[in-house]
């Protein structure tokens, strides 16, 4: 099974940056995924990492150490609308279903 | 794009009621998922398939079962709903078994 640890709550001001972190126990691993969820409405992707490293796309990066069983979600340069939750995903390698960890609920101040 | 569609947004039922949640995917996707999300708890896996007439139990099957006649629709059935079944319940789907998967907008059950 899949044991994934992140933190509840965040909260920075506009224009910084906030690292979410995510920590995990799995018996088989086949990638790591991170969702944004806004209230009220559906999750969607953010990003997937499978292999060691930093996956960098436009203000949003994410970091996987499958070793450490460690990744993070790095926000840069925040922006109101990016208040909202943050999930992080592990898929197994066993059966391919994906779990979830509780979510960080990221506020942004102005 | 994608697009998940669940049947109902809002639904109000009473204990003992029979619940169908319906959700339907327009991409052909082969998997599709319920989970269930509440605060604190985050999104638990209650069913899965991976193909027509396939099911698989998740992390929280009980008092839940599924239905996947056709390849676009995964139904959730809740036999005799309880208290303890209110929750946001999201369907969602993915192309193979790697992949994102994409989310419906969620069916907000309450049951009295």
């Known amino acids: 099974g899949q044991n994934i640890d992140q933190p509840t709550e965040m909260t920075a001001t506009e224009g910084a940056i906030v690292q979410i972190n995510c920590t995990y126990q799995?018996?088989?691993?086949?990638?790591l995924f991170w969702y944004q969820q806004h209230a009220g409405e559906a999750p969607t992707f953010l990003s997937y990492?499978?292999?060691?490293g930093l996956e960098e796309k436009g203000r949003f990066s994410s970091f996987l150490s499958r070793s450490k069983g460690y990744s993070y979600l790095l926000l840069k340069e925040l922006q109101m609308k990016d208040s909202a939750s943050y999930l992080c995903?592990?898929?197994?390698?066993?059966?391919?279903?994906?779990?979830f960890g509780a979510g960080t609920t990221v506020t942004v101040r102005a | 794009d994608v697009k998940v569609t669940q049947s109902s947004r809002y639904l109000v039922k009473r204990t003992g009621e029979k619940v169908f949640l319906e959700c339907v995917q327009d991409?052909?996707?082969?998997?599709m998922f319920w989970y269930r999300q509440d605060p604190g708890l985050g999104l638990r896996l209650i069913y899965f398939?991976?193909?027509?007439?396939?099911?698989e139990k998740g992390d929280i099957p009980e008092g839940y079962s599924v239905s996947r006649e056709k390849k676009e629709r995964f139904s959730l059935i809740l036999e005799s709903a309880s208290t303890n079944q209110t929750s946001m319940y999201l369907c969602?789907?993915?192309?193979?078994?790697?992949?994102?998967?994409?989310f419906g907008e969620g069916s907000r059950l309450t049951v009295l």
């Open positions: 969602a789907s993915r192309e193979g078994h790697t992949g994102e998967l994409f």
């Open positions: 799995t018996s088989g691993f086949n990638g």
């Open positions: 990492n499978v292999l060691d």
């Open positions: 995903a592990v898929q197994s390698s066993n059966d391919y279903k994906l779990s």
């Open positions: 991409m052909d996707h082969e998997n």
């Open positions: 398939s991976y193909d027509v007439k396939m099911k």
